[in-house]
T-cell receptor, first 116, second 111 residues
Framework: NAGVTQTPKFQVLKTGQSMTLQCAQDMNHEYMSWYRQDPGMGLRLIHYSVGAGITDQGEVPNGYNVSRSTTEDFPLRLLSAAPSQTSVYFC???????????????FGPGTRLTVT | EDQVTQSPEALRLQEGESSSLNCSYT??????LFWYRQDPGKGPEFLFT???AGEEKEKERLKATLTKKESFLHITAPKPEDSATYLCAVQGISGNTPLVFGKGTRLSVIA
C-alpha cells in the first residue's frame, strides 16, 4: 500500500511550457484534490474531485486543468507555465463518509516546481 | 466564508517545556476539524480529526481539544523530534466542501 504518490519530485520549466503533474492513490478513495503551498500563504486548493468523471474548482484554479478518468489517478496540467506558478504542489486523497464528510485526508510527498 | 487562524506563527520551546498551539475558526457548520504535522520538504501528515465541541484525542505527547470557536493542540514534555509545522484545517457543513487550512505554527524544540 503506497498511499498517495506524486511524480516528478522536482521540475524546472521555462515560461510558456506545459506539463502534467501526476498523482495516484491505491486506497480506493473517492475524493482527491490538488493544493499549492507557498511561503506565508499556507495550503491553497487548486482543483478537487469527488469521484471519477467529476471535478470542481478550488480557490486558485486559473492556469491549471484536471481530469479524473479513474478512481486512482488525478493529474494536474499546467497549460502555459508562468513564474507565478513556482510552488510546491501537493496531491491529497480521502474517503467520503456520507454522515461526516471527508476525514483522514492523506497527502502525497509533493512536487517542487520552478518556472523560469 | 470559512476561515482558520493559527497562533502563534512560530514557537520555540525547551525540551520538556509543555505548551499549546491555537486554531481559531469560523465556519458555517462544522463537519470536522483536522490537525496535521508537516516536516520540511514533506507532505502534511494526518494527526487527528475532531467532530464536536468537547471532543479530545491523544497521540503520544500530543492532545487535541475542540470548542465551538477554537481548537488547541497541547504538547506535553516535547522532544526535539516534535519540531515541525503544525497545520489546522476545517470542513464546513456541505458534504463535499473542501478543507480550509490555516497557515500553520512552526514549532522548534531545543534540546
Amino acid at each position: 500500500n503506497a498511499g498517495v504518490t506524486q511524480t516528478p519530485k522536482f521540475q524546472v520549466l521555462k515560461t510558456g511550457q506545459s506539463m502534467t503533474l501526476q498523482c495516484a492513490q491505491d486506497m480506493n478513495h473517492e475524493y482527491m484534490s490538488w493544493y499549492r503551498q507557498d511561503p506565508g500563504m499556507g495550503l491553497r486548493l487548486i482543483h478537487y474531485s469527488v469521484g471519477a468523471g467529476i471535478t470542481d474548482q478550488g480557490e486558485v484554479p486559473n492556469g491549471y486543468n484536471v481530469s479524473r478518468s479513474t478512481t486512482e489517478d488525478f493529474p494536474l496540467r499546467l497549460l502555459s507555465a508562468a513564474p507565478s506558478q513556482t510552488s510546491v504542489y501537493f496531491c491529497a486523497s480521502s474517503s467520503i463518509n456520507r454522515d461526516r464528510g471527508r476525514y483522514e485526508q492523506y497527502f502525497g510527498p509533493g512536487t517542487r516546481l520552478t518556472v523560469t | 466564508e470559512d476561515q482558520v487562524t493559527q497562533s502563534p506563527e512560530a514557537l520555540r520551546l525547551q525540551e520538556g517545556e509543555s505548551s499549546s498551539l491555537n486554531c481559531s475558526y469560523t465556519v458555517s457548520g462544522l463537519r470536522g476539524l483536522f490537525w496535521y504535522r508537516q516536516d520540511p520538504g514533506k507532505g502534511p501528515e494526518f494527526l487527528f480529526t475532531l467532530y464536536s465541541a468537547g471532543e479530545e484525542k491523544e497521540k503520544e505527547r500530543l492532545k487535541a481539544t475542540l470548542t465551538k470557536k477554537e481548537s488547541f493542540l497541547h504538547i506535553t514534555a516535547p522532544k526535539p523530534e516534535d519540531s515541525a509545522t503544525y497545520l489546522c484545517a476545517v470542513q464546513g457543513i456541505s458534504g463535499n466542501t473542501p478543507l480550509v487550512f490555516g497557515k500553520g505554527t512552526r514549532l522548534s524544540v531545543i534540546a
